[in-house]
T-cell receptor, first 113, second 111 residues
Framework: GESVGLHLPTLSVQEGDNSIINCAYSNSASDYFIWYKQESGKGPQFIID?????DKRQGQRVTVLLNKTVKHLSLQIAATQPGDSAVYFCAEIPNTGGFKTIFGAGTRLFVKA | EAGVAQSPRYKIIEKRQSVAFWCNPISGHATLYWYQQILGQGPKLLIQ????????DSQLPKDRFSAERLKGVDSTLKIQPAKLEDSAVYLCASSQGQKLFFGSGTQLSVL
């Protein structure tokens, strides 16, 4: 069935280092992808998105890369800060209409001071 | 801009009891979603409303779960009777497009 998965359940990085969170998706019909950040006790929060006609998009300290050939997404966080500690989800929106969002299991990012 | 409001924040019930959750979406957002998030997993869509109509309820366990959005604004999600495996965080989200805005959720513990 449809699924969006993540390669690593946890990631630990030193403050100031760059973080890379990976995600594999299975639905080749998906044309829109979003990364969400979920802090403890809160709902997921939008970070950055990318459409399937792009392979890279940059935000403030974050970059998303899309490789449609291998159905892979990554989220890069530059100069990781303690406030970046959270669970990160990639989500795909298949082009079947209705804006159905499918979430993966998530990667927990720990930032060591 | 006010965010998505949910209540209660926490709920503890015994199995076979009933429970209801309430959600008030961001003003003007036509689409409202209820997600179930089990500990250590990503959110799973239970039901999606467009105004007061159901767009997708394919993963809603209809023998025990029900949801309504009568006036196209607030929504309630009900579980009756609850099972142990219903212990999870129930997240409400709203959207105008493809980007979801989530509330803080209701953490349900079924004992």
């Amino acid at each position: 069935g449809e699924s969006v998965g993540l390669h690593l359940p946890t990631l630990s990085v030193q403050e100031g280092d760059n973080s890379i969170i990976n995600c594999a998706y299975s639905n080749s019909a998906s044309d829109y992808f979003i990364w969400y950040k979920q802090e403890s006790g809160k709902g997921p929060q939008f970070i950055i998105d990318i459409r399937s006609n792009m392979d890279k998009r940059q935000g403030q300290r974050v970059t998303v890369l899309l490789n449609k050939t291998v159905k892979h997404l990554s989220l890069q966080i530059a100069a990781t800060q303690p406030g970046d500690s959270a669970v990160y989800f990639c989500a795909e929106i298949p082009n079947t209409g209705g804006f159905k969002t499918i979430f993966g299991a998530g990667t927990r990012l720990f930032v060591k001071a | 801009e006010a965010g998505v409001a949910q209540s209660p924040r926490y709920k503890i019930i015994e199995k076979r009891q009933s429970v209801a959750f309430w959600c008030n979406p961001i003003s003007g957002h036509a689409t409202l979603y209820w997600y179930q998030q089990i500990l250590g997993q990503g959110p799973k869509l239970l039901i999606q409303f467009q105004n007061n109509g159901v767009v997708d309820d394919s993963q809603l366990p209809k023998d025990r779960f029900s949801a309504e959005r009568l006036k196209g604004v607030d929504s309630t999600l009900k579980i009756q009777p609850a099972k142990l495996e219903d212990s999870a965080v129930y997240l409400c989200a709203s959207s105008q497009g493809q980007k979801l805005f989530f509330g803080s959720g209701t953490q349900l513990s079924v004992l």
